[in-house]
C-alpha cells in the first residue's frame, strides 16, 4: 500500500529515465538534462520545476488518476494491491472511499 501523487508519479518516472539505457541519456540534450535536474533538490522541487526541466520527457501518463470505486479524479490516491503494471490487481482508491471503508469496518455493517 502506497500514496499516489502527482509528484510520486514524477519521480517514479524520472527513477526510470536515470535507470533506463536510452539513448536520448547520451545525447548532449540527455546530458543537459541530468546536469540540470543534479542541480535542483527534487526532494523540495515542485511539479513544474521538474517539467520544465524535463518537458515531453515526462510520459502523458502522469496526470490525476481515476479512483478505483467511485470513477472520481484526484491528485491523492491509495495504491492498494499488487505493484502496478500491465496485468496487476492493483487498485486506486480516494480519500473519501477510504473513509467509507472505515466506517464499514468500524460499523461491521
Known amino acids: 500500500m502506497k500514496l499516489m501523487t502527482i509528484r510520486s508519479q514524477i ?6 529515465w536515470y535507470n ?4 536520448i541519456k547520451e545525447s548532449e540534450y540527455g546530458k543537459e538534462i541530468l546536469k540540470k535536474l543534479e542541480a ?4 523540495k522541487a515542485t511539479e513544474e520545476d521538474i517539467a520544465k526541466i524535463v518537458g515531453y520527457l515526462l510520459p502523458a501518463y502522469i ?5 478505483s470505486e467511485c470513477n472520481s479524479t484526484s491528485d491523492i490516491l491509495v495504491e492498494i494491491g499488487e505493484p502496478l503494471d500491465y496485468d496487476s490487481c492493483t ?3 480516494c ?10 469496518i468500524r460499523n461491521k455493517s
Open 91 to 93: 487498485a486506486f482508491i
Open 20 to 23: 533506463s539505457s536510452l539513448d
Open 11 to 16: 519521480l517514479k518516472a524520472l527513477d526510470t
Open 95 to 104: 480519500e473519501d472511499c477510504l473513509q467509507k471503508a472505515l466506517e464499514l
Open 63 to 67: 496526470r490525476p488518476q481515476t479512483c
Open 40 to 43: 535542483i533538490n527534487l526532494a
